[in-house]
């Protein structure tokens, strides 16, 4: 959803909750049970939760945050494109 322009806000916007969503799970998991493994498949094998992944889902979000404020900023710029173009093509065809 991020190479589509149109969709790059919404999708930016829901990827940063999801991580935050997750971080939020496996800090809980790894305080109610350290040790434990946090659930992440991006490894060979279930990996243990520990500060890496925690602050590799912090930067994840950071830049999921960061894409979000840049589509809002362009999008704050560019008004409406997708309705001018609807009505250029209706005035070209009418």
């Known amino acids: 959803g991020l190479l589509v322009p149109r969709w790059r806000l919404r999708h930016a916007r829901a990827g940063a909750f999801v991580l935050l969503l997750f971080t939020v799970a496996m800090a809980i998991n790894h305080f109610a049970a350290p ?19 925690f602050a590799f889902n912090l930067l994840l ?30 005035e070209t065809s009418g």
């Open 35 to 53: 040790g434990s493994d946090c659930g992440c498949w991006f490894s060979l094998t279930l990996a243990r939760g520990t500060g890496a992944h």
């Open 61 to 90: 979000i950071a830049l999921s945050i960061t894409v979000w404020l840049d589509a809002r900023k362009m999008a704050a710029q560019s008004p409406n494109t997708h309705s001018r173009r609807h009505s250029a093509v209706e």
